[in-house]
C-alpha cells in the first residue's frame, strides 16, 4: 500500500511569496496532519483535518492555513512568507482515533 | 501544556555498544510512540506502548512504558551504523482528541 505522499520534496521562495504544500494520505487514513520542524523547535503541531474539518490547531500565526478535501488530500499555504519559515514540513496521516501515525517524506522550504 | 522531555539529546558510540534514551514527562500519557527519523526524511513509527511497565521488543531494540505511563525508555544493544538517525517520543493525551506531543529528540550516532 502506498505510503504519505508530498509534494513537491524541496521549495524556495522568496520572503512575501505565498507557498501551498501538497499531501496525499495513506488510503483509508481520514486524519492529516501537519507538523513543522526545524533543528531548534523540534516537531511543532500545525493543524489537523479530519472530514474537511480543522479538528486542532498549533500555536502559529493566521498566515499558515490549511485544507482537506474529501478524498482526504489535504494542502497548507503559508502567506508573506519570512524567513524563520524555513523548515521542514511534514504531513501525517491516519485512521480516525488511532495515535499512530504514518508520516511523509516532508518538504523542505527554503525562503530567501 | 504537556512536555516531553528527551535525553541525551545527542550520542555517539561505536558500533557493538548498548545505549539506552529516556522520554519523561510529568503528565500521563495513554501510549506513547517511539519513531526513527533519517535526514531528508520523515519520522517511521517503529513501536507503539500502551500498558502501564510494558516492555515490546523489536529485534536489538527494547522499548519500556513506565508503571505511571508519564515516562519511556528505548535500549538499543549491538548497535550498528544503521541505527543512526534521529529517536523522536511522542505521547497521546490521556483525555484524548488532542494533538500528539512529540519529544525533541535524541540524535544518534553509531560509528563503524
Known amino acids: 500500500k502506498a505510503g504519505v505522499t508530498q509534494t513537491p520534496r524541496y521549495l524556495i521562495k522568496t520572503r512575501g511569496q505565498q507557498v501551498t504544500l501538497s499531501c496525499s494520505p495513506i488510503?483509508?487514513?481520514?486524519?492529516v496532519s501537519w507538523y513543522q520542524q526545524t533543528p531548534g523547535q523540534g516537531l511543532q503541531f500545525l493543524f489537523e483535518?479530519?472530514?474537511?474539518?480543522?479538528?486542532n490547531k498549533g500555536n502559529f500565526p493566521g498566515r499558515f492555513s490549511g485544507r482537506q478535501f474529501s478524498n482526504s488530500r489535504s494542502e497548507m499555504n503559508v502567506s508573506t512568507l519570512e524567513l524563520g519559515d524555513s523548515a521542514l514540513y511534514l504531513c501525517?496521516?491516519?485512521?480516525?482515533?488511532?495515535?499512530?501515525?504514518?508520516f511523509g517524506q516532508g518538504t523542505r522550504l527554503t525562503v530567501v | 501544556t504537556q512536555l516531553l522531555e528527551q535525553s541525551p539529546q545527542f550520542l555517539s558510540i561505536q558500533e557493538g555498544e548498548n545505549l539506552t534514551v529516556y522520554c519523561n514527562s510529568s503528565s500521563v500519557f495513554s501510549s506513547l510512540q517511539w519513531y526513527r527519523q533519517e535526514p531528508g526524511e520523515g519520522p517511521v513509527l517503529l513501536v507503539t506502548?500502551?500498558?502501564?511497565?510494558e516492555v515490546k521488543k523489536l529485534k536489538r531494540l527494547t522499548f519500556q512504558f513506565g508503571d505511571a505511563r508519564k515516562d519511556s525508555s528505548l535500549h538499543i544493544t549491538a548497535a550498528q551504523p544503521g541505527d543512526t538517525g534521529l529517536y523522536l517520543c511522542?505521547?497521546?493525551?490521556?483525555?484524548?482528541?488532542?494533538?500528539?506531543?512529540f519529544g525533541k529528540g535524541t540524535r544518534l550516532s553509531v560509528i563503524a
Open positions: 511522542a505521547g497521546e493525551n490521556a483525555s484524548g482528541n488532542t494533538p500528539l506531543v
Open positions: 483535518y479530519f472530514s474537511e474539518t480543522q479538528r
Open positions: 501525517a496521516s491516519s485512521f480516525v482515533g488511532n495515535p499512530e501515525a504514518f
Open positions: 506502548v500502551v500498558t502501564g511497565g
Open positions: 488510503s483509508g487514513h481520514r486524519s
